[in-house]
């Protein structure tokens, strides 16, 4: 099993631009999420997944778009990207809800920089 | 109201020396995980809390939750260089997503 994998590993995109970061795991998860990560913020959930065709915003959803077409996979959306979006971004799959019955397995995350 | 305090931010042993971080909560949990990331790497986890006063050991790591479940600490003996990284609490938003809520984590660095 390769767990969750996410590309691309390192993307540098000029302001306004647009980007896809895909996520996919082949442990059979339901639940999907993206986090991103900046300096002294801990992670922060953007949006996440609890199935196959559904998605719902987490605690920083403003400039994100989402979507879960297939099960195994979670895509992340940048319409127009800002220097705000500069982060760390990582994926994360759980077979249900996972702090009752078990954990979130994360990603090796993707450095984007937004000149 | 959701969120879960960790202290310290940072912290800094020598090789061999113990280290504990805090996880602190002003709302009663329902459970308690903690991760480990090393530097450049991603979260990893590492244990789940539920019980109220739990007790869990992993080598030299020691986990605890508090009888009134609103704090847990994570306890290492005499640090290795290898402990090195950003141990992170997180404990369950609620409801029936699975969402975690982390803390901002306790950066440690080892000298050897």
């Known amino acids: 099993n390769a767990g969750v994998t996410q590309t691309p590993k390192f993307r540098v995109l000029k302001t306004g631009q647009s980007m896809t970061l895909l996520c996919a795991q082949d442990m059979n998860h339901e639940y999907m999420y993206w986090y991103r990560q900046d300096p002294g913020m801990g992670l922060r959930l953007i949006h996440y997944?609890?199935?196959?065709?559904?998605?719902a915003k987490g605690e920083v959803p403003d400039g994100y778009n989402v979507s879960r077409l297939k099960k195994q996979n979670f895509l992340l959306g940048l319409e127009s990207a800002a220097p705000s979006q500069t982060s760390v971004y990582f994926c994360a799959s759980g077979p249900d809800r996972a702090p009752s019955t078990d954990t979130q397995y994360f990603g090796p995350g993707t450095r984007l920089t937004v000149l | 109201g959701q969120q879960v305090m960790q202290i310290p931010q940072y912290q800094h042993v020598q090789e061999g020396e113990d280290f504990t971080t805090y996880c602190n909560s002003s709302?009663?949990?329902?459970?308690i995980q903690w991760y480990k990331q090393r530097p450049g790497g991603h979260p990893v986890f590492l244990i789940q809390l539920v019980k109220s006063g739990e007790v869990k050991k992993q080598k030299r790591l020691t986990f605890q939750f508090g009888e009134a479940k609103k704090n847990s600490s994570l306890h290492i003996t005499a640090t290795q260089t290898t402990d090195v990284g950003t141990y992170f609490c997180a404990k369950d938003y609620g409801g029936s997503q699975g969402n975690l809520i982390f803390g901002k984590g306790t950066k440690l660095s080892v000298k050897p």
């Open positions: 997944s609890v199935g196959e065709g559904t998605t």
């Open positions: 709302t009663t949990l329902s459970n």
